[in-house]
């Protein structure tokens, strides 16, 4: 092998729609090229080494990590996202570096205590613009993680920051209005702000990358949700049969291995969700891929609808699955009694905080002693910590000898 293909980022073959490095609209900072990554690689190991993707570690998925060893954390869920996008982005002739960057940090800006930590921060944030976790993660990487010598954030490419606001759809429809996620309160202040220092096409979809990292997401937590539920003891594997799909597949399986040792068949069952879902988004894809015949990354986004997406049948058992996990494991009572616990935490410290912003980190106390400016400065350090951390922090401000005292 000649030493300088050595230093060339490794190429294989991409659709004609997928993402191509080599014509990436650029990063906010330009900064010169890797000799041996392209831009999309360096996107991905810039957010592996960032501190909010280690964060995640001891961040809630659905159970707190302290009270399990076993159990997904927000990290874990996010490395088999990663796993998934690739999949299907090789599957589709997609960049998968691209697909496993936006993968990765689909959640940085999640809070502390799952989706509920969430819920509360953005009720405390409601008279301050609120909280929403993607326009949050957008902070992060553009923002809050202060690592390089010359600008704040991560300076990743636009396809990723693209990626990352928009792997749901649209922000705003084509006559620039809320789409309707968020017609009830309007586009995140905080993605208003960046796209007008750097436009990131708000009315258009995102990348087949983008849309496959999306779509990878909820097959990740459909399979693996349902694989912590088993093993929290919080349904029994007959009372899956409720879901037509899942009972499917327990038929097969019970077909294929008669006796099988319960705890394999519930690997059986996750591994085979993911198989048929991956399957099965791989067909419809190139079946809308092959309908819409779009030129181009850009003709992509200019498609009036998502292009990586289920059939109708594996949508209806997705949603199927759901109704099921909802029920049964999100809204059970061990988990609401945490969740409850975890949002008393979250409210106590933003309130302690905005009273006393100098009980916070030197580097993370607010410029301005103005209201709006120490809320978001308070969100933003609340936002960022983990679980263990949290409630550290409360303990010492609320039980040893601390504010409330």
Request: proline content about 5%; glycine content about 6%.
């Amino acid at each position: 092998m000649a030493a300088d293909s050595i230093l060339t980022p490794h190429d294989r073959p991409l659709a004609r729609y997928a993402s191509d490095w080599r014509r990436s609209r650029g990063r906010l900072a330009p900064e010169p090229g890797s000799p041996t990554r392209s831009d999309f690689q360096r996107d991905r190991d810039r957010i592996i080494h960032s501190t909010a993707f280690r964060r995640l570690a001891h961040k809630t998925q659905v159970f707190i990590p302290l009270h399990g060893d076993h159990f997904r954390t927000r990290l874990t869920h996010t490395i088999e996202v990663g796993q998934i996008a690739r999949a299907l982005a090789r599957g589709l002739m997609l960049d998968e570096d691209l697909a496993e960057a936006l993968a990765l940090a689909h959640d940085l800006g999640h809070t502390p205590f799952g989706h509920s930590g969430e819920d509360a921060l953005d009720a405390l944030m409601r008279p301050y613009g609120g909280f929403d976790h993607n326009a949050h993660a957008l902070r992060i990487v553009t923002a809050l993680e202060r690592r390089y010598a010359d600008f704040d954030g991560l300076n990743l490419t636009w396809e990723t920051l693209e990626g990352l606001v928009k792997h749901n759809g649209p922000a705003l429809t084509r006559d620039g209005r809320p789409t309707t996620r968020f017609l009830e309160r309007g586009v995140p202040a905080e993605i208003l702000a960046f796209d007008a220092r750097f436009p990131l096409g708000l009315a258009s979809y995102a990348s087949l990358e983008a849309q496959a990292a999306a779509i990878a997401d909820d097959v990740a937590y459909d399979a693996h949700d349902l694989d912590d539920g088993l093993r929290a003891g919080m349904f029994a594997l007959e009372e899956l049969r409720e879901v037509a799909f899942w009972a499917d597949i327990l038929d097969e399986i019970a077909h294929w291995r008669p006796g099988l040792e319960p705890m394999r068949v519930v690997h059986e069952l996750g591994r085979r969700v993911i198989t048929r879902f991956v399957e099965d988004i791989l067909r419809e894809s190139a079946r809308r891929l092959a309908a819409a015949a779009p030129a181009d990354a850009d003709a992509v986004r200019a498609h009036h609808g998502a292009l990586i997406a289920p059939s109708a049948a594996m949508a209806q058992a997705d949603a199927d699955m759901k109704r099921f996990l909802f029920k049964r494991m999100y809204r059970h009572p061990d988990v609401m009694r945490v969740r409850a616990q975890g949002d008393e935490v979250l409210r106590d410290l933003f309130r302690a905080y905005v009273e006393r912003p100098d009980e916070m980190p030197p580097e993370r106390r607010p410029a301005l002693d103005e209201e709006p400016v120490v809320a978001r400065a308070v969100a933003d350090y609340v936002a960022g910590m983990t679980d263990r951390y949290a409630l550290g922090e409360h303990r010492r401000l609320f039980v040893a000898g601390g504010i409330s005292n």
